[in-house]
């Protein structure tokens, strides 16, 4: 495995961006970020893994809700610093119930809702007290 992390640039906090898209439509359907564990857990499972910088740890896409992403193919850029995964996505992809986390489309100067919403997240996510 050394091999393919040494052709990876990961950044100074030991990161790469990792853009998921549906690998029959090719949509976008979000971005996340991976450190080395992420990646080895994506590998050794066949479904996506990530790293939350703001909660500092490793998660699995789907995890609490259900809506995984099983990895059909991983490429990176030419560079070397940016994965594309394509993924055959259960659910939504998008924590706030749209298909993707891209549903937001710039109308002039403001941000306005281009998709639908497929699922209603309270009834997907659980509410920790």
């Known amino acids: 495995m050394n091999d393919l992390f040494d052709t990876l640039k990961f950044d ?6 990792a853009v998921i898209a549906d690998h029959q439509t090719h949509q976008v359907l979000m971005m996340a970020w ?3 564990d992420a ?3 994506t590998l050794s499972t066949g479904h996506t893994h990530f790293f939350s ?9 789907g995890e609490e809700s259900g809506h995984t992403q099983a990895v059909k193919s991983i ?7 940016v994965l594309l995964i ?15 986390c891209f549903f937001r489309r710039l109308d002039g100067i403001r941000w306005v809702v281009a998709d639908e919403r497929e699922v209603d997240p309270k009834t997907v996510y659980a509410r920790k007290s």
């Open 12 to 17: 100074a906090h030991g990161l790469i961006p």
């Open 34 to 36: 991976m450190n080395r």
């Open 39 to 41: 990646l080895s857990k």
């Open 53 to 61: 910088r703001s909660r500092n740890k490793l998660w699995m896409k």
């Open 75 to 81: 490429r990176t850029d030419c560079d070397g610093d």
């Open 86 to 100: 394509d993924v055959d996505q259960t659910g939504v992809a998008c924590h706030e119930g749209y298909r993707s």
